[in-house]
């Protein structure tokens, strides 16, 4: 899984502080617009070329906090869903 650094939703109201691990992308990119990687079909990585198979939908387990074990009082999902 990839990501852009502009489309991690911190600053939301309503949205617990998070940081991008709790996504665990395996690449953070940065550089681009917020949500550009929503329409992208290809992204090369050095000389590596990825075809992108479909948008990666997110489970509720990014909303446990990895370091205590505690989930998030407030499903953040939904707000992030919502400013896209």
């Known amino acids: ?3 852009a650094q502009g489309s991690h939703p911190m600053g939301i109201q309503g949205i617990p502080e998070v940081t991008m691990a709790r ?3 395996n690449f953070v990119l940065d ?9 992208w079909l ?4 050095g000389d ?3 075809r992108v198979e479909r948008p990666c939908t997110r489970c509720s387990t990014v909303m446990v906090d990895q370091e205590t074990g505690e989930s998030d009082r407030v499903n953040w999902l939904r707000y992030a869903a919502c400013c896209r």
């Open 23 to 25: 996504f665990r992308p």
């Open 31 to 39: 550089g681009t617009a917020a949500h550009a990687e929503d329409d």
């Open 48 to 50: 590596v070329r990825f």
């Open 42 to 45: 290809e992204i090369q990585l």
């Open 1 to 3: 899984m990839y990501t």
